[in-house]
């Protein structure tokens, strides 16, 4: 699974090159469509993303309170899960990051989540891993629940340098919900791709200071 910084890295080479084909783009679901490719082509023409500070420690809360200020009453998510939590439901154990912040709802019936992993650098690809095998579970553990299967088939993830961000938000889906599935998964995907955006512009912005 390629990480946003890569993809970026990518494109600049193309850019020095005088390449003009288009960033490629990674699957749907699982990495960088939350993010347009001419913002990605803008990173790299500001000449940002060498001078990433890698030791800069991010206050997890601080990423969490400005997605909240973007969602405002649509975050859901209220409670924090534990170290054990993280563990037995989700996969990702103590050794495998420097910090994390995950939020749920109080009640297992709603499922609006966001989790956000400072990934140690040999472990990233398995906080990957069980990030998807956790959106697989979820899936499946809706099936017969309309709304929140459209919720879950529209979680997002993006890797951005070593912090994983995985994203199953939407929060009430009521107006569109009569209009079908591709549309509640098409709202939820808008709201979870808000919250990416605010995540990775957040992220890079410490990370080069």
Not at 127 to 144: C, F, G, H, K, M
Not at 162 to 172: I, R
Not at 179 to 189: R, V, Y
């Given at each position: ?45 500001a000449g940002n993303f060498p001078m990433l500070n890698k030791e800069r420690f991010i206050p997890l809360t601080e990423l969490k309170e400005n997605v909240k200020e973007l969602l405002g009453d649509n975050y859901w998510p209220e409670v924090d899960l534990t170290k054990e939590e993280l563990a037995q ?121």
């Amino acid at each position: 699974m390629k990480k946003i910084v890569t993809a970026i890295v990518i494109g600049g080479i193309c850019l020095l090159s005088g390449c003009e084909d288009q960033l490629p783009k990674d699957d749907l679901v699982n990495n960088g469509q939350a993010f347009e490719m001419k913002q990605a082509e803008d990173d790299v023409q500001a000449g940002n993303f060498p001078m990433l500070n890698k030791e800069r420690f991010i206050p997890l809360t601080e990423l969490k309170e400005n997605v909240k200020e973007l969602l405002g009453d649509n975050y859901w998510p209220e409670v924090d899960l534990t170290k054990e939590e993280l563990a037995q439901r989700i996969g990702i154990k103590e050794e495998m990051y420097v910090d994390f912040l995950a939020e749920r709802q109080v009640l297992d019936a709603h499922i609006d989540t966001m989790i956000i992993v400072q990934a140690k650098e040999a472990y990233v690809g398995a906080v990957e891993q069980a990030l998807e095998d956790y959106r697989t579970a979820i899936i499946e553990e809706n099936s017969n629940h309309p709304q929140n299967l459209a919720k879950a088939k529209a979680s997002r993830m993006e890797t951005i340098d070593n912090y994983v961000c995985f994203v199953l938000l939407g929060a009430d889906t009521t107006a569109v919900a009569e209009q079908g599935e591709d549309k509640i998964i098409a709202f939820c995907q808008e709201e979870n791709e808000r919250a990416l955006y605010v995540l990775e512009q957040d992220i890079l912005e410490q990370l080069r200071d």
